[in-house]
């Protein structure tokens, strides 16, 4: 019984975090291209190679499923948005307690300086480097978290010499 309270109580964390985070990212979804948004889809199609390699690569194929409509692309902004929300609550949650990595998840739903991630469908480049840091933060968190309990489980003090 208390297992399952405790999934309730992560799974309302978790709506909880999302419905904040789409209340202050929602209006992005209306706005339609701007001048640096335009600008960088001319360069994913005039230089593909030599500039953003995988932004221009994300650019190219919402162009090409989509064609020039602003929607589309603010949508995969957003829906990357939301795997960096993922991608960092693993890594919070690696390094504190659920309630912890919840607080600092909720405080980095929305950060003001970063209002352009949310407006503008040419900050992708941007949003797919958060994404790459993010899964590598993760992946850190979660292999020391790992290799500090085989190091206890071992019968060493984590961070101590070998064999001590």
């Known amino acids: ?3 399952a309270a405790e999934r309730l ?6 709506a909880a975090i999302v419905a904040y985070f789409l209340a202050w990212t929602a209006r992005g979804l209306r706005t339609g291209f701007g001048y640096d948004d335009v600008t960088k889809l001319y360069r994913a199609w005039a230089q593909p190679l030599g500039w953003h390699f995988l932004g221009s690569l994300a650019y190219r194929g919402i162009y090409a499923a989509a064609g020039f409509h602003p929607l589309p692309f603010h949508l995969v902004c957003l829906a990357l948005l ?3 929300l993922g991608l960092q609550y693993r890594a919070y ?5 659920e309630e ?3 607080l600092a998840l ?8 970063l209002w352009r991630l949310y407006v503008e469908a040419g900050a992708l480049d941007e949003i797919l480097c958060g994404t790459f840091y993010f899964a590598a933060l993760a992946v850190y968190a979660e292999a020391f978290l790992v290799g500090r309990r085989f190091r206890a489980a071992a019968g060493r003090r984590p961070g101590g010499p070998p064999g001590k």
């Not at 109580?9 to 978790?14: F, V």
């Not at 949650?93 to 307690?97: Q, S």
């Open 100 to 102: 912890t990595a919840c």
């Open 106 to 113: 909720a405080f980095g739903c929305f950060h003001a300086p």
């Open 1 to 3: 019984m208390l297992r």
């Open 82 to 84: 939301l795997v960096n």
């Open 9 to 14: 109580r992560s799974r309302l964390w978790a």
């Open 93 to 97: 949650r690696a390094l504190a307690d």
